[in-house]
């Protein structure tokens, strides 16, 4: 199970990006998938999660409304579309994923056993 973020920047407030998780080892829409981030000294937050074998979308208060969730089957790739940036949004973000088939979806950090390499996200104000 391999997975690969991609798509951090510098961009400035309320600007947008796109980051891509490239999966590998497994289907993406058999397993729940999120987007987390961490800033330092800071517990890792849940942004949002895909649920397995359907599109249903969770948010964090903080995001909801600005940022869109979405995998590519097709591609095995899931994506996080960050519109309205904000300077509090900057962040590692990482994806995150089980094969626990009880795990429908979560915002929960410990309910995911593998982990992107995380991407930088730099929003100035």
């Known amino acids: 199970v391999q997975l690969q973020a991609s798509g951090g920047g510098l961009v400035q407030a309320g600007g947008s990006l796109r980051l891509s998780c490239a999966a590998s080892?497994?289907?993406?829409?058999?397993?729940?998938i999120a987007w987390f981030r961490q800033t330092p000294g800071k517990e890792r937050e849940g942004v949002s999660s895909i649920s397995r074998r359907d599109v249903t979308t969770y948010y964090a208060d903080s995001v909801k409304g600005r940022f869109t969730i979405s995998r590519d089957n097709a591609k095995n790739t899931l994506y996080l579309q960050m519109n309205s940036l904000k300077p509090e949004d900057t962040a590692v973000y990482y994806c995150?994923?089980?094969?626990?088939?009880?795990?429908?979806?979560?915002?929960?950090?410990?309910?995911?056993?593998?982990w992107g390499q995380g991407t930088q996200v730099t929003v100035s104000s």
């Open positions: 995150a994923t089980t094969l626990d088939p009880r795990t429908v979806w979560s915002l929960r950090a410990y309910d995911y056993d593998y």
């Open positions: 080892g497994f289907t993406l829409d058999d397993v729940a």
